[in-house]
């Protein structure tokens, strides 16, 4: 009697555990089941000249809590990976949403308080893909698995 009492506590606390960490383990991982955009992507490819691949380039952007409900802009991580060196750049994002499209630039130019845009894409999400598309080129990225960075 006392083994099956002391078995159920472990495996309430065991619970109790699990519960407790789990938010903690996803929060900066997107939902790929949902619309929602946040979180961290990698560029699976791209043919923008703004975030070029090849050799032993990887492309991040971690977009913290990203748009929805009523923020529609904020600061977005942009880390570019040739290992075993990682660049950092924060960069300002803003989402427009009857355009469906997002800018990316330079939180200040020299001498400035405005934002200088880099790029203005439009956007679609594609299964678990959210592609960016800016005239002919086009960024393709995935929710980051915590494997990758």
């Known amino acids: 009697m006392q083994t099956k009492s002391l078995v159920r506590r472990i495996q309430a606390v065991a619970t109790a555990m699990a ?3 789990a938010p903690i383990v996803t929060a900066d991982i ?3 089941g949902s619309r ?3 979180g961290m992507y990698k560029v699976a490819s791209s043919t923008d000249p703004i ?3 090849g050799g032993n380039r990887e492309w991040f952007l971690d977009f913290g809590n990203g748009f929805g409900n009523a923020s529609l802009s904020g600061n977005v991580a942009v880390s570019l990976r040739q290992n075993p ?3 950092v750049r924060i960069m300002a994002w803003q989402y427009f949403a009857k355009q469906n ?3 990316i630039g330079n939180p200040y130019a020299e001498g400035s308080n405005k934002v200088v845009a880099k790029g203005v894409w439009q956007m679609r999400f594609d299964s678990r893909a959210v592609v960016f ?3 002919s ?9 915590p494997g990758d960075y």
């Open 85 to 87: 060196n990682v660049k």
């Open 51 to 53: 975030f070029p691949m």
């Open 101 to 103: 499209s997002m800018a």
């Open 137 to 145: 080129y086009q960024v393709v990225m995935y929710p980051a698995d």
């Open 19 to 21: 519960l407790a960490f």
């Open 30 to 32: 997107p939902d790929s």
């Open 36 to 38: 929602t955009f946040a």
């Open 133 to 135: 598309e800016r005239g």
